[in-house]
Each structure stands twice: as structure tokens, then as C-alpha cells.
């Protein structure tokens, strides 16, 4: 990860999209450490990212997981501080309970109280924050955090690419102030399916504009507005992922519509912890 990181910064990349649950928060601030001191880029030359994880959602729990992340990432505060998942871990919990096949939730712990913890960070004369947002929030979700939010949701992070646009989440959010990053921008190729990088629209479009069919999948991302973070740790697909051109307004279309013949959702809560924390969305 700090090879990575180092080339993503040379490349041109200014926004680091990281998570306590990654567990390379260390490496990452060693990549930046030495990236400031290399004077590759400054400080506030860069946005970063960081999210809270599940089992930290008890409010006391948001400013330790916070200060960790920043002491990992040998940083003073960060750009935007996410709510991981719209689900609060039993506290220890780090994986389903053998006889429920579920993951324990810790009881009473609601989305608002650990977003008032999260605002409480990010407000004051030098905030460890500077914006707080959320990620996997569906509409209704995000309707109803609203209603309580004093600090603004500056971004929802969701997956999000042609098999799954999410158009009515993308307008909701435009609509509300709310910047959209798409994960898993490439259909989560880690996967080893990579049935989007395959899809035979993507890789016409590719051939036939000269480019890679994820060089096409970024593009339409940046194109409709998201900001998108395609992951890699290939110094040449990091390059490439980095190198966009504008698709012509016939490709745009056509992976604007592909959803229609495939729609498919890669990182699915079910399998992971038995949970459906998108019991509110269509797919
Ligand atoms: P790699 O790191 O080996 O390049 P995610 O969905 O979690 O963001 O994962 C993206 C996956 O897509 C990673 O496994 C990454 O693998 C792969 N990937 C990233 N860039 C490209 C690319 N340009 N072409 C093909 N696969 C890519």
C-alpha cells in the first residue's frame, strides 16, 4: 500500500479515500510521511478520507476511533470523516455469531447519535474533520438523518457504477448538497468475476475509443458527476486509471442504459454479516 499510495501521488491523484476496517492506515501515513518530506505534495494539497468503523458507533467510541485513524495516518486532521456502514456493531464484534448467522448489533445505538458524535469533530476553531458525511446510506436513510443533522452530509460514498447506478440516490444527493464517491467503480474486479471490465458494451466502447475498458468505466463516473475511487495496487493500472479521455455522448448512453440488461450489486451486506442493510433500496 505505501508503493501504491507513493504512486498515486506522483501520478497526480489528490484524493487518499482510506478506513480503519483496511488496516493499512499506518502504511498510508508512512506513504505520506514521505511523501511531505519528498515534497511530492503538501499537506493541503490532498484530501483525505477516512471512515468510522461498525463497532465504534457508540458516541464515546467516534473520537478515540478518530484519533487513531489520525495517529496511524501521522496527520493533524482529515478532510472528510465517513460513517463506514449504517449498522452498529456489538462493540468486539468482528464477525457473524455462529448460532443466528447474523452479526450482533449493539442495541440502541441509532445512526443519529453516532452522527452527533461524528459533528462533534468536525466543528470548533481547528476540527479533526473538516467535513462528515456517510457511506452506503440509501434515500430513506439519509432522509432521516437529515431531519437531525446540524453539520451538513458533505458526501455519501456508495458503490456505484453501469450494473448499478443508482439514479434515484445520484439525483436525491445532487439534489441535497450531498457529493456522491463511487466505489468499486470497475465492479469490483477483486472479485474475480470481473463481469463489467468483460461486459461486451464496456470493452467496445474501449477498442473502439482506444482506451481500457476501466479507463471507459472512470470516465463515465467522473462524466455524470461522482467523484470515483478506482483501487489498485499495479503502478501501471494506477497510471492508466488516472489518464482519462471524455467519452463521445453515444458511449455515455450506452453505459448509461446498461443496467437494464445487467444490473447487479457487487458488496452486498447480506453475504457479508446476514444483514440487509439495504432493505430500502430496489436492488
Ligand atoms: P489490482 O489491485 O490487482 O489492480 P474495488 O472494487 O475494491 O475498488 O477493487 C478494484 C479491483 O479492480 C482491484 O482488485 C484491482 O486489482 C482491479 N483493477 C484496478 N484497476 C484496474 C484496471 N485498470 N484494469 C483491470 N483491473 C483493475
Known sequence: IKAAVLEALRSGYRHIDCAAIYGNEKEIGDAL??????GIVKREDIFVTSKLWNSQHRPA??????????????LDYLDLYLMHWPLAFRSG?????????????APGVEVEDTWRAMEDLAVGPSPLTR???VSNFGVPLLERLAKSARVPIAVNQVEMHPYLPQYDLLAYCNGHNIVVTAYSP???????????????????IAARAGRTPAQVLVAWAVQRGTVVIPKSAKPERIRQNFDLSPLDDADFEA?????????????????????????DEKL
Open 33 to 38: 510521511g514521505e511523501a511531505f518530506r519528498e
Open 61 to 74: 467510541d467516534v473520537p478515540v476511533a478518530l484519533r487513531q485513524t489520525l495517529a496511524d495516518l501521522r
Open 186 to 204: 470497475l465492479g469490483s474486479a477483486g472479485d474475480g468475476s470481473a463481469a463489467l471490465l468483460a461486459d461486451p458494451v464496456v470493452t467496445g
Open 255 to 279: 453505459l448509461n442504459s446498461l443496467h437494464k440488461t445487467t444490473a447487479r450489486r457487487f458488496v452486498n451486506p447480506v453475504g457479508i454479516w446476514g444483514i440487509n442493510a439495504f432493505a
Open 93 to 105: 464484534v468482528r464477525d457473524r455469531d455462529e448460532r443466528t448467522g447474523r452479526v450482533a448489533l
Open 131 to 133: 467535513a462528515v458525511g
